[in-house]
């Protein structure tokens, strides 16, 4: 992210109480600064559970301005403060999954962003049909397992640092890992398998 | 597929590892939309505070029955004065 704060204020990226202590009390330098560090985090959280840049904007604009309605009441626990957000993102994806209650995939234009520019157009079709098929699969895993593969990939986190924010031990997101692979890899065999026999009876 | 992951496992794990790790790529979200959102969340919102144009319409009310009233009243008396006793 290149998202530079834009106000003077700083804290220690080590330790952001004394930022999230100064947003509690109403400090909106405060806020902005943890908005900087989070804002990246929270929209890749809910552009891979909605697979949609609008929606992902939207719900995105919607949690920091829930956490703002609400940091008053937040206390420090010592659990990551994004925990808290990620949270508040997890509910409002819930919510959106519920209303919409649409077919869970990628549009051909959404997926764009996520394919190789550099690469031949043919190829990139396959690569598209390959990154569909995979998100495909990743949404119709549990909400907690969508989330472990995105803190684990795309925010590249330790298992230590997934548990944290997960609010579960170091073992449990270890087990999960596994399950959640597993799931993955049947999810991906049924489809391939159902994709191969679409196509023979188009043949 | 389904013959190569269940003669190896792991190897199956590994190639969804990588598939994952290549494909699951953090996305920026646009600038000029986070810039934005930055300042609707650290700007207050501006707040006109009109004034109530209830309370001036009961003073032209209250005004004009006065007025009326008034002049009423003083019609009233200049008549009886100019009648003859």
Known sequence: MKNEPVESMEYDPNDENAAVQDAIAGNSQAFSWLYNRYVGKIYNYIYYRTGKQYDAEDLTAKVFFRALRRIHAYRITGVPFSAWLYRIAHNLVANWHRDNSRKKEISLEDTAELYDRSIHPEMNVVHLQENERLFEAIRTLTPDRQQLLILKFVEHMSNAEIAAIMQRSEGAIKSLYHRTLLALRTIMEDKIEKDSLFTDEDL | ?85
């Open chain 2, 1 to 85: 597929m389904s013959l190569a992951t269940s003669i190896n496992p792991s190897k199956a794990f590994m190639d969804i590892e990588q598939q994952l790790e290549s494909k699951m790529q953090p996305i920026s979200p646009r600038e000029e939309y986070i810039n934005k959102l930055r300042d609707r969340l650290i700007t207050p919102p501006t707040i006109l505070y009109e004034n109530p144009e209830k309370g001036w319409g009961l003073v032209v009310i209250f005004v004009g029955l006065f007025s009326g009233v008034l002049i009423t009243w003083l019609l009233l008396f200049l008549f009886r004065k100019k009648r003859p006793s």
